[in-house]
Nanobody, 124 residues
Framework: QVQLVESGGDSVQAGGSLKVSCTAE???????MAWFRQAPGNEREGVAV??????KRYADSVRGRFMIARDNANSLYLQMDNLKPADTAMYYC????????????????????WGQGTQVTVSS
């Protein structure tokens, strides 16, 4: 049983920084792991993805401000700097049923396992 649990969400001022984390268990290998976010009234969007070798991909809206990382225990992190009110959303950790990561996808339907989310609120 794959379980993903996010933590670290908070309320911050614009321009501030925040790091969210995801603990993962129950899967084998080194599948793609990704962060998605969903603001009220919006569709869920891909933020960043990392493969088992450290390859990364970012959405245009966060490139240069956010950094994704994973450790050998398959915990996942998202360091967010220079936060903007537009970054306000529920942030979700996701992974796939594959044992490796052949394509750095930011497409929601490519991911089978999801956490419950952690709320990030950025005020101006």
């Amino acid at each position: 049983q794959v379980q993903l649990v996010e933590s670290g969400g908070d309320s911050v001022q614009a321009g501030g920084s925040l790091k969210v984390s995801c603990t993962a268990e129950g899967f084998t290998g080194r599948p793609c792991m990704a962060w998605f976010r969903q603001a009220p009234g919006n569709e869920r969007e891909g933020v960043a993805v990392v493969n088992g070798a450290g390859g990364k991909r970012y959405a245009d809206s966060v490139r240069g401000r956010f950094m994704i990382a994973r450790d050998n225990a398959n915990s996942l992190y998202l360091q967010m700097d220079n936060l903007k009110p537009a970054d306000t959303a529920m942030y979700y950790c996701a992974t796939t049923s594959q044992t490796s990561c052949s394509r750095l996808s930011l497409i929601e339907s490519d991911y089978q396992y999801w956490g419950q989310g952690t709320q990030v609120t950025v005020s101006s």
